[in-house]
C-alpha cells in the first residue's frame, strides 16, 4: 500500500501512527503467508508485518527476531494459523483493539497464550465469558481447563448445572468428549429430569458409534460408554413408564439390570440396588457453612465408634438435601447419617454408604466467612427432608474411617439466603463434636416457595391423602351417593385431587393406600418355562406381588421376573405355567396367536395344562413377556 505524502501529520498520537501501518506494506520488514480456506479450496494470504512492533508486544517474537537465536528471515509460513485470527493478533499488537467473534476466539485465544501476551488472553476469556451459554459451553469448558482458566471453567460447570436440560439438548453435547459425559453424570448438581440426561447419553453414544463406524447396538454403546457412566446414571430416580419405554428399547442395560429395575418398582427387590438413587439437587441448592477456619487431622478428629451430632433449629422451614462431612487427602469412610425429631426421637431421613474424600470449596451461602478449601464430602439423602420453624432436630452421623479434617471458630446463629440457622451442643452423645468445633461443616438446602403454606402441613403425604380420602367418603354418604372412586373424585374437584404430591408417597404407602385396596395383592406359586417336548423346567419364580397400573397399555398387573435370563432357542416349543391364589384379575381379550415384535417372530397356542382356566391363545392371562435378543 502506497503511503499518502506526509502521513505522519494527520496522525497526531503515537497510537494512530502505529495503527496505520498496521497490514500495511509501508516500512514492513517480514512477511506471514497463512492459509485461506474459500469454500472446497484453499489459498494462501500474506499479511505484512514489522519485526519491532511484533518483537515489543511480544517476548516470542522478541526472541525470534533479536535473541540469541534469532533468525534473518522476512517471509515466515504459518500453515496451522487461520488468517482472520492472525489478523486479529496482530491488530492488538499495532492498535490494543481486537474484532471478536465466536469463529475466532478460541484460534486468538490459542495465538494470544502461545505468543505470551496476556492482555490479549483476558480480552478473550472476557468475550468467552459474556458470551458463555448453554449451547457453546462444551466448546468453551476444553479451553478453559487446557489454559488452567479456573474462573471460566467454574462459569463453565454453573452454566451446566443451571442449564442442563438445555445443555445436554444441544447439538454440541454429542460431540464431546467422553470425559466429559462422565464428569456430567457424575454430579451431584444437575437440573434435568434423569430420563432426559440418559436420552442425552444414548444419543452420544450412538454418535460415538458412527465416528468409529461400528454397530450402534446396546453392547456397542455400553462399552464405549464405560460402566462409569453406565452407573451414572440415577436410573432408579426415572417414573417406571419412562424407564420401561426409554432405557429398555436403548439396550444399554443387561436383561439382569433390567429385572432388577423392575423388581425395584414393584416393591420385590431384595438385593441391593446396582444404581444411585439419590436425588441430585438442582441450582436453587445451597449450602449454610458454619466453621470460619478448618484444621488439617494431625491428632484430631479420631472416629472409635461414638457418633457425632449437632442439633439444629431453622426459623424458617428448608428442603434439606444432605450434609457436608469433613474427610481427609485420600481418605475413605463409612457413614450412617440421621436427622431425629428430637420430639419424637424418631429418624426422619437416614442414609448409609462409603465417602471418598475430595477437595471441596466453601463458597456458596454464607456470605461472610472466607473461600477456604478443605478435604470432605457429602451424604445425600435419597428424598429432601423438610425442616419446620423453630423445631429441634438433630443430625447425626455414625463414622468410621481414618482422622478427618475438622472445624473451628463455628458460628451460630448462620445467616444463609434469608434463613437463620441455629446450632448448639448434642451433649453427651456427639464424640467432640459442638457448635464451635468438630464435624458437619455445612448442610445443603432449598428454601420451600412462599407462594404457599402448603409446605409447613406437619403431615406425611399419604396420611394427607388418606384423610382426604376419608372426607370424600363420609361427604359422598351425606349426600346419599355410592362411595365410588369416580363419584369421590366428583365430589373432590380437581383442585383438591391434583394438589395432592403423589410423587412424594412411596410406592408402598401408595400401592397400600389406592391400588392394592381396590385391587389386592397376588401369590405366585410358581411361574415356570418348561419344554414341552420333555416337560424339564428351565426356569422358576414364586412371590406375592403387588398389582400396578400399567401406563402404557392401560390395564392393571405385575412382573414375575426371573433371577437369571432364559435362553429360549428357535423353532422348540415351551409351556408358561403359573399358579396364582388371589382376587379375581383383570384379563386380556382378542389375543394374536402370531406376532412379530423386533424382528422375532412368536406363535402361541393353547396348552393342554389350561383346561381348568381361561388361559387360551385369544383371552386369558400373560399380557406380555419381557424378552431381549441374543
Not at 422375532?600 to 393342554?608: A, C, G, T
Request: one cysteine or more.
Amino acid at each position: 500500500m502506497a503511503a499518502e505524502d506526509n502521513w505522519q501529520t494527520k496522525l497526531p498520537t503515537l497510537v494512530e501512527r502505529t495503527e496505520f501501518i498496521f497490514n500495511n506494506e509501508l516500512l514492513s520488514d517480514v512477511k506471514f503467508v497463512v492459509p485461506v480456506s474459500t469454500g472446497e479450496s484453499e489459498s494462501k494470504k500474506v499479511i505484512p508485518a514489522h519485526k519491532f512492533v511484533l518483537a515489543i508486544s511480544s517476548p516470542v517474537f522478541f526472541a525470534m527476531f533479536y535473541g540469541q537465536m534469532a533468525e534473518t528471515i522476512d517471509s515466515i509460513e504459518l500453515p496451522d494459523c487461520g488468517y482472520e485470527s492472525l489478523l486479529e493478533l496482530f491488530r492488538f499488537m499495532y492498535s490494543d483493539k481486537v474484532n471478536l467473534s465466536g469463529n475466532n476466539v478460541m484460534q486468538v485465544l490459542c495465538l494470544a497464550n502461545n505468543y505470551k501476551m496476556p492482555s490479549l488472553t483476558e480480552k478473550c476469556t472476557e468475550y468467552l465469558r459474556d458470551s458463555l451459554k448453554a449451547s457453546n459451553v462444551f466448546c468453551i469448558l476444553p479451553h478453559a481447563q487446557k489454559f488452567e482458566d479456573k474462573d471460566l471453567e467454574d462459569r463453565c460447570w454453573k452454566v451446566i448445572k443451571e442449564q442442563t436440560d438445555e445443555v445436554v439438548a444441544s447439538d454440541e453435547f454429542v460431540t464431546i468428549e467422553r470425559s466429559f459425559v462422565e464428569s456430567v453424570v457424575k454430579r451431584e448438581e444437575l437440573n434435568v429430569e434423569e430420563v432426559e440426561l440418559f436420552k442425552a447419553v444414548d444419543r452420544w453414544a450412538t454418535k460415538e458409534c458412527e465416528r468409529q463406524g461400528v454397530t450402534s447396538d446396546g453392547e456397542t454403546k455400553r462399552r464405549l460408554l464405560g460402566e462409569e457412566i453406565v452407573k451414572g446414571i440415577r436410573f432408579p430416580l426415572m417414573p417406571q413408564k419412562d424407564f420401561i419405554t426409554v432405557v429398555f428399547d436403548s439396550r444399554i442395560l443387561s436383561y439382569e439390570e433390567f429385572g432388577t429395575m423392575i423388581k425395584y418398582y414393584n416393591g420385590g427387590l431384595t438385593t441391593p440396588l446396582p444404581f444411585l438413587k439419590a436425588c441430585r439437587f438442582d441450582s436453587t441448592t445451597q449450602r449454610c457453612n458454619r466453621f470460619q477456619t478448618f484444621r488439617a487431622p494431625y491428632n484430631l478428629w479420631g472416629y472409635s465408634g461414638n457418633a457425632d451430632s449437632i442439633i439444629l433449629t431453622v426459623e424458617k422451614p428448608v428442603k434439606v438435601y444432605g450434609v457436608q462431612h469433613f474427610g481427609s487427602e485420600g481418605g475413605e469412610y463409612t457413614v450412617t447419617t440421621d436427622i431425629v425429631d428430637l420430639i419424637t426421637n424418631t429418624s426422619l431421613v437416614s442414609r448409609a454408604g462409603n465417602y471418598a474424600s475430595e477437595i471441596m470449596h466453601q463458597n456458596y451461602a454464607s456470605e461472610l466467612f472466607d473461600t477456604h478449601a478443605y478435604y470432605g464430602f457429602d451424604v445425600m439423602f435419597d428424598r429432601p427432608v423438610i425442616l419446620k420453624a423453630d423445631k429441634e432436630y438433630k443430625v447425626k452421623s455414625l463414622i468410621k474411617g481414618p482422622k478427618s479434617w475438622y472445624g473451628e471458630r463455628g458460628q451460630t446463629p448462620v445467616e444463609c439466603q434469608g434463613v437463620r440457622f441455629t446450632f448448639r451442643n448434642s451433649a453427651p452423645e456427639n464424640n467432640g463434636t459442638s457448635e464451635t468445633a468438630g464435624q458437619f461443616p455445612g448442610v445443603l438446602f432449598t428454601v420451600p416457595s412462599r407462594n404457599s403454606k402448603r409446605e409447613e402441613l406437619d403431615v406425611t403425604e399419604v396420611e394427607l391423602y388418606k384423610a382426604v380420602d376419608r372426607w370424600a367418603t363420609e361427604e359422598v354418604q351425606r349426600r346419599g351417593l355410592t362411595p365410588d372412586g369416580e363419584t369421590k373424585r366428583r365430589i373432590l374437584g380437581e383442585e383438591i385431587l391434583k394438589a395432592i404430591r403423589f410423587p412424594l408417597i412411596s410406592q408402598k404407602d401408595f400401592l397400600s393406600a389406592f391400588w392394592l385396596r381396590r385391587y389386592g395383592k397376588f401369590t405366585v406359586s410358581s411361574t415356570e418355562v418348561k419344554v414341552t417336548a420333555h416337560s424339564s423346567c428351565l426356569g422358576k419364580e414364586s412371590g406375592t406381588y403387588s398389582s400396578k397400573k400399567d401406563e402404557i397399555d392401560n390395564y392393571y398387573g405385575f412382573d414375575a421376573v426371573f433371577d437369571l435370563p432364559i435362553r429360549l432357542e428357535a423353532h422348540e416349543s415351551y409351556r408358561l405355567v403359573s399358579l396364582i391364589k388371589g382376587p379375581s384379575s383383570w384379563c386380556g381379550e382378542e389375543g394374536q396367536t402370531s406376532l412379530n415384535f423386533r424382528g422375532v417372530q412368536v406363535n402361541f397356542m393353547p396348552s393342554v395344562e389350561s383346561k381348568s382356566n381361561t388361559s387360551e391363545t385369544r383371552v386369558g392371562q400373560f399380557p406380555a413377556f419381557i424378552f431381549s435378543r441374543t
